[in-house]
């Protein structure tokens, strides 16, 4: 047959996981009708017969026979002659349907016909993937390495789709070689153009819930509720859990003997340390729980503000803070908190914004990052401690507490 480019079309589509066949037989009458339209101006008195699963077709058009010399629409109209070329016992007034032959529609227009099929079949199957995968939004997915690229990992899944797992929505320890499985996230699903894009996310604090539902039966049957997940990729994580039932103990059943529920959410999150909390409405006591392991002695809240004062002993001032603030810096927004840390006992402070006259407001920040807002705060460090936790040079925090020191001596 003259259509083979077109059959070997259908066989190409019509067992494609994406499509099914009632689908297809639109997708394939419409490409059709517009290649009509184009060479015969209407498609309106043409019946076309598909049977995709043979990968065969038909087009019959319809015309009434009027006598010759009368023929005023050729698309619409034949004459008298011309239809007992088909049949000998024509006579005026009768429909007559003649076979066209896909040859007759001419060698582009078939060419021209085949990529627009395979186009709106491509763009079938990508709407569909988009729906698909928009679905699963905040969705654990899991899918194996395929290419390794400087800016992102390129993911397939077992029916071929593209998945992409930027670099930083990557744990700062994963390490990847092609033909890992890689768990995470599905962030977020768009359209560029027709083609979906979808971005897988391990930094992300949906991926560690997510990890807790898959991993912690009580969760998985609602028994336990997750009220809010915070991380630092890779570093730290705060969870607050609840549980309607008195009989349960959520921390417990999440944390599990020795860690040894939780463990398998660590190690996948790259021994990211993990808090479990339990959640209270009393906002004074989430904010104690949420400072843990500190021990805190009294908590001053400004609801209007949205702002938390927290007294503790000095000794306790460093659990609170935490290795880089990243203790204080998770609990403020577990709690919803702005917290500041005072030292019981030390009743001259002075804030360290008001040393902005002779330090540098970019140096001032730095401080403050890592929960450290006065200037007693910063003088109860070593310098070399504090070489650590900021990203400050050594001479220039040694320059800062010469400055804060002579401060109280005067």
């Given at each position: ?314 000794e306790e001032v460093s659990k609170a803070i935490g290795r880089g603030g990243h203790n204080i810096r998770l609990a403020g927004q577990l709690t919803g908190y702005e917290i ?71």
């Open positions: 047959m003259e259509n083979l480019a077109l059959i070997e079309s259908f066989s190409e589509f019509k067992d494609d996981k994406f499509i099914d066949r009632v689908t297809l037989m639109a997708i394939l009458e419409d490409v059709f009708r517009n290649a009509l339209k184009k060479k015969f101006g209407s498609d309106e008195n043409f019946d076309i017969i598909i049977n995709p699963d043979k990968g065969d077709l038909e087009i019959w058009r319809n015309r009434i026979v009027v006598e010759d010399g009368m023929v005023e629409e050729p698309n619409e109209e034949i004459s008298l002659t011309e239809a007992r070329k088909i049949e000998p016992d024509f006579e005026v007034g009768e429909d007559v349907s003649e076979e066209v032959k896909l040859l007759d529609l001419g060698r582009r227009s078939i060419l021209s016909l085949r990529q627009n099929l395979i186009s709106r079949i491509h763009e079938h199957d990508n709407t569909t993937i988009y729906k698909q995968f928009k679905d699963l939004e905040g969705e654990i997915y899991t899918a194996e390495v395929h290419h390794i690229r400087h800016k992102a990992v390129i993911l397939l899944d077992d029916e071929g789709n593209e998945i992409i797992l930027p670099k930083d929505r990557q744990i700062s320890s994963d390490f990847f070689r092609k033909g890992d499985n890689v768990r995470g996230v599905i962030e977020s699903v768009e359209l560029k153009g027709s083609k979906p894009s979808i971005i897988l996310s391990r930094t992300s604090p949906k991926f560690l819930e997510q990890l807790f539902f898959q991993e912690i039966p009580e969760v998985f049957d609602g028994l336990i509720t997750i009220k809010k997940a915070v991380r630092i990729p890779g570093e730290k994580a705060k969870v607050a859990v609840d549980s309607y039932d008195d009989r349960i103990d959520p921390v417990g059943a999440c944390v599990g003997m020795k860690g040894s529920r939780i463990h398998g959410i660590v190690r996948e999150l790259g021994n990211e340390n993990i808090d479990v909390i339990n959640h209270t409405n009393n906002q004074q006591l989430l904010i104690t729980r949420a400072l843990s392991p500190a021990r805190i002695s009294i908590v001053k809240i400004d609801e209007e503000k949205k702002t938390a004062q927290v007294y503790l002993k000095p500041d840390v005072f030292r019981e006992g030390v009743e001259e402070d002075v804030e360290i914004t008001e040393f902005s006259d002779e330090i540098d407001s970019w140096i001032i920040k730095e401080f403050q990052k890592i929960g450290l807002d006065t200037a007693r705060s910063i003088l109860e460090l070593d310098a070399s401690d504090l070489v650590k936790r900021t990203d400050l040079e050594e001479e220039t925090i040694n320059e800062v507490l010469k400055i804060l020191k002579a401060e109280f001596e005067e």
